[in-house]
């Protein structure tokens, strides 16, 4: 499997915004639902975002809503995340991940495959 590549992390003051990047991945993905997870130190990983095949339907985490927007461009075969009003809290390392099955809308992490590395984002108070 592929593992996808993150960028874009970095350290920000807390109402200021970052916009993360996944990809460009060599496989085209337009069949699947894409997501971004995070985990902070010591806690498990979470959900932050899924987007469908075709970028009509998104979900958020109620911790993230109305401040990240998940969008996906399958013609360059790259997923985006902008953070908006950033906080403390949202201090992690955030991953990109897609679905293990074409078509298939899900919150789960254990759904996703293709992990990359992840980037770090860090929100200072």
């Known amino acids: 499997q592929e593992q996808l590549v993150e960028s874009g992390g970095g350290l920000v003051q807390a109402g200021g915004s970052l916009r993360l990047s996944c990809g460009p991945s060599r496989q085209t993905y337009s069949t699947y639902t894409m997501g971004w997870f995070r985990q902070a130190p010591a806690k498990e990983r979470e959900f932050v975002a899924i987007?469908?095949?075709?970028?009509?339907?998104?979900d958020y985490a109620d911790s993230v809503k109305g401040r990240f927007t998940i969008s996906r461009d399958n013609t360059k075969n790259m997923l985006y995340l902008e953070m908006n009003n950033l906080k403390p809290e949202d201090t992690a390392v955030y991953y990109c991940a897609r679905a293990g099955r074409e078509y298939h809308w899900s919150e789960a992490a254990a759904d996703f495959v293709s992990w990359g590395l992840g980037t770090q984002v860090t929100v200072s108070s």
């Open positions: 987007i469908n095949w075709h970028g009509s339907a998104t």
